[in-house]
């Protein structure tokens, strides 16, 4: 009977371990490309990092693509387990733990083409309108300064028109992200707008993972694990030149 009962209570314990790749993620991310786009190869650079660092860390993953704010409403009600794409912002701590940084973004300011707009510190911005996407996270000096005039908009190309059609002054967005995007608006939209002097700042992106998963913590963890796997064996570098960076 010992060796059966031995058996049983290694069993009961194996049970109750966390099932590492049984247990599919639902990674949600909105359409940001290069980072995230599922009609770009992989889903876009930040998808196909993320994605690979959850499966050499055993997780088995579904990616869902939504809006913005839906998708982060649905990390903080744990409809999602993992944000794909996320800046770091103080009041996602309440929904979501967040992991080292990935990836780093540098956030550039956009005018008019022949704008004559300069500035050396935020406080030269005041005068001026900024086309800001709802609910995004650009800097906590940025996104804290209530005196800055900003415009919340859908998404960058509803930034970057009304940055054209002269309806705000400045637009907001990492620069990988507008040049991007740029190549893909209507000349008369691209050829009327430019990058400002100097960079508004560099950001880190990272995965948010729900607070409503218990397991919060270790799946951190593990994609950390799996991250400096991926930059010790140039996995990780390798993507970034199969996206161009």
Not at 21 to 44: E, H, N, Y
Not at 87 to 112: E, K, P, V
Request: proline fraction near 5%.
């Amino acid at each position: 009977m010992r060796p059966l009962l031995c058996v049983l209570g290694l069993l009961g314990v194996l049970l109750t371990l966390p099932a590492v790749g049984q247990d599919k993620l639902r990674l949600v991310a909105d359409i940001w490309p290069p980072f995230t786009d599922s009609g770009m190869p992989g889903g876009g650079l930040a998808t196909s990092i993320v994605t690979t660092a959850f499966t050499r860390a055993g997780y088995e993953s579904k990616v869902e693509e939504v809006p913005w704010a839906r998708a982060l409403m649905g990390v903080g009600e744990g409809r999602y387990d993992v944000l794909i794409d996320a800046w770091y912002n103080d009041s996602r701590t309440q929904i979501g733990h967040f992991s080292q940084a990935y990836l780093t973004n540098r956030i550039r300011l956009l005018q008019r083409k022949g704008g004559n707009i300069r500035y050396q510190r935020q406080s030269d911005l005041y005068p001026y309108s900024i086309a800001v996407v709802r609910d995004y996270a650009y800097s906590r000096e940025f996104d804290g300064d209530t005196r800055l005039n900003k415009v919340p908009v859908r998404n960058f190309s509803s930034a970057v028109r009304m940055l054209a059609a002269g309806r705000v002054q400045l637009a907001v967005e990492d620069e990988y992200v507008a040049r991007y995007n740029l190549q893909r608006e209507p000349a008369q939209v691209r050829d009327e707008v430019e990058l400002v002097q100097p960079p508004l700042g560099e950001n880190s992106l990272h995965i948010l993972v729900s607070l409503k998963r218990p397991d919060h913590l270790q799946i951190v963890e593990r994609f950390e694990q799996a991250i400096a796997a991926m930059k010790a064996d140039g996995s990780y570098a390798r993507l970034m030149r199969q996206y161009g960076f």
